[in-house]
């Protein structure tokens, strides 16, 4: 069997490309991450090359040592992912320290992992903890309307969870935790990587100010889901403020602890008033 016809790289590529469909990718914008199952790597692995040099990450994964990802390239474009899986995603071995990576498949132009790939791995770590090992896919994506919030709200996470929960009703049901927020940072490096795994221990999805959203879940549905549910929560949230209008009704806290019994969540109480 092809690597491009195993069950996760199909799954892998059919995501990307339901992102680009939305808009979510500009030119080389956005990029994404799967930690494969064991049986997963293996139905893969006599097409790996595991002779390369291990190229240093900055970071430190000790929990994810040795294990395999499938990965987006650097300056590569959604666009064509689906078209030519080879040149534009391929799957990255990390070492037993978790601190380094090589290229055992595809990226067969450019041959590097995303810029943001120490913020990947960073998030995968904390997931995978924050879900008793669940967790499986990182997502990260520019839509447009995330990215104007950023521009009219604060950047923390309480602002943005009462207001993404306040917009549309089965937001509080997708991510009951909140949201996390990451302030305006040099993008692709460690430094955002750490301030984003921060937020990652206790949120799913976090923003990034004037840059865009990452998202965490444990297959690409839910993962995918989770991002198409706060892109358009932030379209609602816009095309109210656009209006200009006074707001008559919201979902109110005592509405958002009502869906919390209805549906058994345990709702973030910190950022209910
Ligand atoms: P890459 O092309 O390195 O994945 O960068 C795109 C991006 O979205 C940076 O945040
Ligand atoms: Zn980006």
Same mark, same amino acid.
């Given at each position: 069997?092809?690597?491009?016809?195993?069950?996760?790289?199909?799954?892998?590529?059919?995501?990307?490309?339901?992102?680009?469909?939305?808009?979510?990718?500009?030119?080389?914008?956005?990029?994404?991450?799967?930690?494969?199952?064991?049986?997963?790597?293996?139905?893969?692995?006599?097409?790996?090359?595991?002779?390369?040099?291990?190229?240093?990450?900055?970071?430190?994964?000790?929990?994810?040592?040795?294990?395999?990802?499938?990965?987006?390239?650097?300056?590569?474009?959604?666009?064509?992912?689906?078209?030519?899986?080879?040149?534009?995603?391929?799957?990255?071995?990390?070492? =037993?320290?978790?601190? #380094?990576?090589? !290229?055992?498949?595809?990226?067969?132009?450019?041959? @590097? /992992?995303?810029?943001?790939?120490? +913020?990947?791995?960073?998030?995968?770590?904390?997931?995978?903890?924050?879900?008793?090992?669940?967790?499986?896919?990182?997502?990260?994506?520019?839509?447009?309307?995330?990215?104007?919030?950023?521009?009219?709200?604060?950047?923390?996470?309480?602002?943005?969870?009462?207001?993404?929960?306040?917009?549309?009703?089965?937001?509080?049901?997708?991510?009951?935790?909140?949201?996390?927020?990451?302030?305006?940072?040099?993008?692709?490096?460690?430094?955002?990587?750490?301030?984003?795994?921060?937020?990652?221990?206790?949120?799913?999805?976090?923003?990034?100010?004037?840059?865009?959203?990452?998202?965490?879940?444990?297959?690409?549905?839910?993962?995918?889901?989770?991002?198409? =549910?706060?892109?358009? #929560?932030?379209? !609602?949230?816009?095309?109210?403020?656009?209006?200009? @209008? /006074?707001?008559?009704?919201?979902? +109110?806290?005592?509405?958002?602890?009502?869906?919390?019994?209805?549906?058994?969540?345990?709702?973030?109480?910190?950022?209910?008033?």
């Amino acid at each position: 069997m092809q690597i491009t016809d195993t069950p996760a790289v199909r799954a892998f590529l059919r995501c990307a490309d339901n992102g680009w469909q939305q808009g979510w990718h500009e030119r080389n914008g956005g990029n994404m991450t799967y930690r494969m199952r064991p049986e997963e790597a293996e139905l893969c692995r006599a097409a790996f090359d595991e002779t390369g040099p291990w190229t240093p990450l900055g970071v430190r994964a000790e929990n994810l040592g040795g294990q395999y990802f499938i990965v987006t390239g650097t300056n590569r474009y959604f666009q064509n992912i689906l078209v030519c899986p080879e040149e534009n995603i391929g799957v990255a071995q990390l070492n =037993a320290d978790g601190d #380094a990576y090589r !290229i055992v498949w595809g990226l067969t132009v450019g041959h @590097k /992992p995303t810029s943001e790939f120490p +913020t990947h791995i960073m998030n995968h770590a904390v997931r995978v903890q924050a879900t008793g090992g669940a967790s499986r896919v990182i997502y990260h994506a520019h839509p447009v309307d995330v990215i104007a919030l950023t521009f009219l709200l604060p950047p923390e996470a309480r602002a943005f969870s009462r207001a993404l929960w306040q917009a549309m009703t089965e937001c509080v049901v997708i991510f009951p935790e909140g949201v996390g927020v990451v302030p305006w940072m040099v993008c692709g490096g460690v430094d955002i990587a750490l301030a984003t795994c921060k937020e990652m221990e206790r949120f799913a999805a976090v923003i990034w100010g004037q840059h865009g959203l990452f998202c965490a879940g444990e297959d690409f549905d839910s993962t995918f889901g989770m991002m198409h =549910a706060i892109v358009k #929560a932030a379209e !609602i949230l816009l095309k109210v403020y656009a209006s200009g @209008k /006074p707001v008559l009704q919201t979902i +109110t806290d005592d509405n958002l602890r009502a869906i919390g019994e209805a549906f058994g969540l345990t709702i973030n109480g910190e950022f209910l008033d």
